[in-house]
């Protein structure tokens, strides 16, 4: 609201400005996706010869093309296997390790918080090679178990630091209560904890969601059956040095970006309250 009055009483010319810097950005922002769902419905001569032009004659024929050749089907399912997966595994595990970091009095609590905060300095592309050996001396090539514990790791660390800001502002005179009412800490987690935390909860799920999704490299090195792709690795077959074949790229990547945008939409209030709930506990 005061952002809208402080607006309202600039001068002018500043509201002008303001609302066509806003207009362009829109655009800019949206007009990839637009050209890119309307590019999906031409044939590849006509994205070659006219790549901005709209379709002549609208044609739904790359999707079934591109589900068919490409097995999207298989791998749209293997997406949903791995990202659901790691993004439950990923939720629970933060917020027990956020309940015993704040609320566990131990010594060593700042150093485990610290070598959290460190590992969100780690990226996959320093620990792809050791990581690759490690999964193969165990067994763990071309399994899903061997992409999803990868994607779990890498996630925690951004996970455990959201849910930690927001557990340390829950009270700890009901955790007090609930010891003197003969609570157990596993009762508390899921009794307590686990309710208050469910606006946090939500951020961290999308924020996950939305990370093993887009995952590229692992599934990319650590599977080699087709049956095992993922929907991000699976659109690349249509891209290659030779040959590009476009209209099935194009397609394949709005199947592929369609559930994000779609979950999005349905949870974008959750992410928004989450953070700002955050920030109050912090």
């Given amino acids: ?10 001068p002018l010319h500043w509201r002008i400005s303001a609302y066509i810097i806003m207009v362009l950005f829109t655009l800019i922002t949206v007009f990839p996706l637009v050209w890119l769902g ?3 419905l031409k044939p590849n001569a006509e994205i070659v010869q006219h790549p901005l032009a709209l379709p002549q004659a609208p044609s739904f024929d790359n999707y079934v093309r591109a589900w068919t050749m490409g097995g999207l089907g298989t791998a749209l399912e293997n997406s949903l296997i791995y990202t659901g997966i790691a993004t439950v595994s ?6 027990a390790a956020a309940f015993g970091l704040a609320k566990f009095p131990f010594k060593s609590a700042k150093f485990f918080t610290w070598a959290f905060s460190v590992g969100l300095m780690l990226t996959v592309h320093a620990v792809i090679v050791p990581l690759f050996l490690a999964e193969v001396r165990i067994g763990l090539i071309n399994t899903r178990l061997g992409v ?3 994607y779990v790791a890498f996630d925690l660390p951004m996970s455990i630091l959201i849910a930690l800001s927001y557990v340390k502002g ?3 005179a009901l955790i007090e209560s609930a010891e003197i009412d003969g ?7 899921w009794s307590l904890i686990v309710p208050l935390s469910a606006p946090v909860a939500a951020t961290m799920a999308i924020l996950s969601f939305l990370r093993h999704w887009n995952e590229f490299l692992f599934v990319f090195i650590f599977t080699t059956k087709k049956a ?10 249509f891209a290659g040095r030779q040959n ?3 209209g099935l790229q194009y397609a394949s990547l709005v199947i592929g970006i369609m559930p994000m945008i779609l979950f999005y939409m349905l949870f974008h209030r959750q992410l928004v309250k989450g953070f700002g709930e955050g920030a109050l506990k912090e």
């Fill in 170 to 172: 829950i009270p700890d």
């Fill in 244 to 246: 590009i074949e476009y």
């Fill in 148 to 150: 999803i514990l990868p």
């Fill in 183 to 189: 609570a157990k800490y596993r009762q508390i987690f």
């Fill in 1 to 10: 609201m005061q952002y809208r009055s402080r607006l309202a009483i600039a």
């Fill in 228 to 237: 095992l792709k993922s929907l991000p690795v699976a659109i690349t077959q």
């Fill in 90 to 95: 990923t939720l629970f595990l933060a917020l």
């Fill in 38 to 40: 309307y590019s999906s």
